[in-house]
């Protein structure tokens, strides 16, 4: 199916605009991939920015079927999602800040754990799947029904999304050979962990006004 017979040019390039804007803002995800990516390496961050990609797709088909309008009907679930994310959120920062109080070995944890991580912190941020029911609808012409528009525009998000995130893993994975010395990593996974845990009292006090 040609996707201009979904949505014209001028409605997907204005979309395309509107995700890059919103995308590098920073936010949880960019806070992490910078901490993660500095820290453990470029593999480590690009396994975080695929558990990010999963969980915005994830989030993206929920809300074109209704999820997201449920979060946004419930304040007792969207304060749930969003004292849970900022939990999590200040959980990382805690864990980066533990693991940079050592001059031990690297944490040995796998992809796997990083990939789960991004995709965590996606599921619990009721931010962004608010952004699905707020934002993308005003893309769509009112008179288009189905669930085809609304699942484009978020596979057009979702691609924004990844390729910022990747752009961050590789600027941020450059600093990992000048951290080979302990002490110098130790600081700045400590300096990241802080950022980290300003950007959940970010997320809390931003998220506290309902969209």
Do not use: C, Q
Request: no cysteine.
């Amino acid at each position: 199916m040609d996707v201009f017979t979904l949505l014209p040019a001028t409605t997907l390039f204005s979309f395309f605009v509107a995700a890059v804007l919103i995308e590098i803002t920073p936010g949880p995800n960019m806070a992490y991939l910078a901490l993660v990516s500095a820290s453990e390496g470029r593999m480590k961050g690009l396994a975080t920015v695929a558990g990010i990609a999963l969980g915005l797709a994830l989030l993206g088909i929920a809300s074109a079927y209704g999820v997201a309008e449920l979060i946004r009907g419930s304040s007792l679930l969207y304060e749930a999602l969003r004292w849970g994310g900022a939990a999590f959120l200040f959980y990382l920062a805690y864990d980066g800040w533990r693991d940079g109080g050592t001059e031990t070995e690297p944490t040995g944890r796998g992809a796997a754990t990083y990939f789960l991580r991004g995709l965590a912190t996606n599921i619990l941020n009721p931010k962004a799947a608010l952004f699905f029911v707020t934002v993308v609808p005003g893309f769509i012409d009112s008179r288009l029904s189905g669930v085809a528009p609304f699942v484009l525009l978020g596979a057009i998000y979702v691609g924004v999304a990844t390729a910022i995130h990747a752009l961050i893993v590789a600027l941020a994975g450059t600093l990992h050979p000048y951290l080979a010395d302990p002490a110098r990593e130790r600081r700045l996974r400590r300096a990241l962990s802080l950022l980290l845990a300003g950007v959940a009292v970010w997320f809390l006090v931003t998220s506290a006004s309902r969209a």
